[in-house]
């Protein structure tokens, strides 16, 4: 296969600039090796605005007094957390979607730069006048620390079955802040 632009990568850097050569009427291949929308739609800034928005009903529930009503609620955390997979679920889709109306070929796998420039991916060579490479961010952990029950990084934090009683977070990033 042979493309204007190989773009490594379908997080917020990688898409739009995939649908970007597009929309100039290059011939674009994305290449992901997971989910499209990268940390911030997956397991970043999304899921935590979902989650803040959850936390913040839950305090207008808990301070309905304050404004002369009775009311009450518990935090049901199964339903929180589909009504955070809804929404990631759904901007997912949008991205799916740009990219597939401006024909951009999205190409699942693990990629490496090969000469010529060319990407290899998964054993596929893909010729192309251009890389961008998006590849995006991973949590890192402090020396000596392995995630484990008690230690988890933001990832995991999205996913724990329940909700804690307690946490320290260690990192004052957008992700780590939200």
Partial sequence: MDVDVAVLGGGPGGYPAAIRAAQLGLSVALIEQGNLGGTCLNVGCIPTKALLQSAAVMDSVSRTDEFGISAKGEPDWPAVRAFEDRIVDKLVSGVTGLLKARKVDVIRGTAAIGPGPSVVVDGRTIAATD??????????????????????TSDQALWYPSIPASAIVIGAGAVGLE
Avoid at 131 to 152: C, D, N, Q, W, Y
């Fill in 131 to 152: 890389v961008v490479i998006a590849t995006g961010s991973r949590p890192k952990l402090l020396p000596g620390v392995e995630v484990s029950e008690h230690v988890v």
